[in-house]
């Protein structure tokens, strides 16, 4: 039985990492040999970043172009089991900006991702994340 709970918490600590410039537990939330892909409003495939390393490197550079506040809001999450340790899971990002005492919705997204469960703990090896806007 596919484990929604432990799915949920998995992209709950990705969002929550970006968001708290922790690294560490943003690497933790991915597989050794991940892929990660972007789209931004129909435009050109973003990617594939591979494996970890890129992923975080891609996430730190993104946090150090900021001049903002980010909170990745993550909703109406759907998991399906697909085989014996392995999920698919699709969700909703409202990503807000904080920034001179204001509040602003920077875009939506839909998130596609795979995951695995390796020695009982799950984590991502595919997501693919398509921006309805650019930022």
Not at 13 to 37: G, I, P, Q
Not at 84 to 101: C, E, K, N, P, R
């Amino acid at each position: 039985m596919c484990d929604r709970g432990a799915i949920e918490n998995v992209l709950s600590r990705y969002s929550l990492a970006y968001d708290e410039n922790d690294m560490e537990e943003m690497a933790d939330c991915f597989t050794e040999d991940a892929v990660l892909t972007m789209r931004i409003q129909d435009g050109d495939l973003i990617g594939p970043f591979e494996g970890r390393e890129a992923i975080v490197k891609l996430m730190e550079d993104s946090l150090a172009a900021q001049n903002d506040r980010r909170r990745h809001l993550t909703t109406n999450l759907i998991v399906r089991e697909t085989g014996d340790g392995t999920a698919t899971a699709v969700s909703y990002l409202t990503l807000i900006a904080i920034q001179d005492q204001k509040l602003n919705v920077l875009s939506t997204a839909k998130y596609d991702d795979e995951l695995v469960r390796r020695d009982g703990v799950w984590r991502l090896s595919r997501r693919h994340i398509a921006l309805d806007l650019p930022y």
